[in-house]
């Protein structure tokens, strides 16, 4: 019998202190027997890879971390830098397309916008899944540090707030871009999903009530 992601992340923040175990089941129990590369940035020393193991027992697992770089059979480790947008097109030339990407990496809001940006649209598969974590910092005031950053004046809860337009781009005209299906507001994080190849298709049906819309093309 599987374990549930409550039981095998028990001894994880994303479990003790998070409660992420009352969302991510929601997205990514379905993923549970699948076979798919995976992503996630800022592995530090490890604990939550263990977890991603035994949720995802036929997944690769690939790490994103500042610190440190390490390999296992089941996990391959690279040291690259959120922060630097060459290193996140070096990540997209690295790792092959992934099913799930998670960021736990840094928590500066302008390091998770630009860090979604790259690989939502450049290395995360059609149907995938993105999970932001610790959005927490868009709260804090702007010249407080976190890992010797300064948050600074960008939001990603505004950020993502601002795509709701974009996900219903045929009502509103906004040209979605980025592929984005849902967002999804947690407790101290925010799943995104990317439209499958299906639903991108079928976009391109005309809106049938566009002659009663009262919106500027944008």
């Given at each position: 019998?599987?374990?549930?992601?409550?039981?095998i992340?028990?001894?994880t923040?994303?479990?003790?202190?998070?409660?992420?175990?009352?969302?991510?089941?929601?997205?990514?129990?379905?993923?549970?027997?699948?076979?798919?590369?995976?992503?996630?940035?800022?592995?530090?020393?490890?604990?939550?890879?263990?977890?991603?193991?035994?949720?995802?027992?036929?997944?690769?697992?690939?790490?994103?971390?500042?610190?440190?770089?390490?390999?296992?059979?089941?996990?391959?480790?690279?040291?690259?830098?959120?922060?630097?947008?060459?290193?996140?097109?070096?990540?997209?030339?690295?790792i092959?397309?992934c099913k799930?990407?998670?960021?736990?990496?840094?928590?500066?809001?302008?390091?998770?916008?630009?860090?979604?940006?790259?690989?939502?649209?450049?290395?995360?598969?059609?149907?995938?899944v993105?999970?932001?974590?610790?959005?927490?910092?868009?709260?804090?005031?702007?010249?407080?540090?976190?890992?010797?950053?300064?948050?600074?004046?960008?939001?990603?809860?505004?950020?993502?707030?601002?795509?709701?337009?974009?996900i219903?781009?045929?009502?509103?005209?906004?040209?979605?871009?980025?592929?984005?299906?849902?967002?999804?507001?947690?407790?101290?994080?925010?799943?995104?999903?990317?439209?499958?190849?299906?639903?991108?298709?079928?976009?391109?049906?005309?809106?049938?009530?566009?002659?009663?819309?009262?919106i500027?093309?944008?």
């Open positions: 019998m599987k374990r549930s992601f409550k039981d992340g028990e001894n923040d994303k479990v003790y202190e998070h409660g992420y175990d009352n969302i991510y089941p929601m997205f990514l129990e379905s993923l549970r027997d699948q076979e798919f590369n995976m992503l996630e940035i800022g592995v530090n020393k490890g604990s939550s890879i263990k977890l991603w193991g035994e949720y995802f027992p036929h997944s690769k697992i690939y790490g994103v971390d500042i610190d440190s770089e390490w390999s296992n059979e089941r996990c391959t480790t690279y040291k690259f830098d959120q922060s630097n947008p060459k290193d996140l097109k070096q990540i997209v030339k690295t092959p397309d799930f990407i998670i960021d736990d990496g840094s928590h500066i809001p302008y390091h998770q916008i630009i860090t979604f940006h790259e690989l939502f649209n450049n290395l995360l598969e059609y149907g995938g993105y999970i932001i974590e610790d959005i927490e910092c868009s709260y804090w005031r702007s010249e407080a540090k976190i890992y010797g950053y300064e948050i600074g004046h960008f939001n990603i809860v505004d950020y993502f707030k601002n795509k709701t337009d974009q219903n781009d045929k009502i509103t005209l906004n040209k979605n871009r980025m592929n984005i299906s849902t967002i999804t507001f947690g407790y101290n994080c925010i799943v995104i999903t990317k439209k499958t190849k299906r639903e991108v298709e079928s976009n391109s049906r005309v809106y049938e009530h566009s002659h009663m819309l009262n500027k093309n944008k």
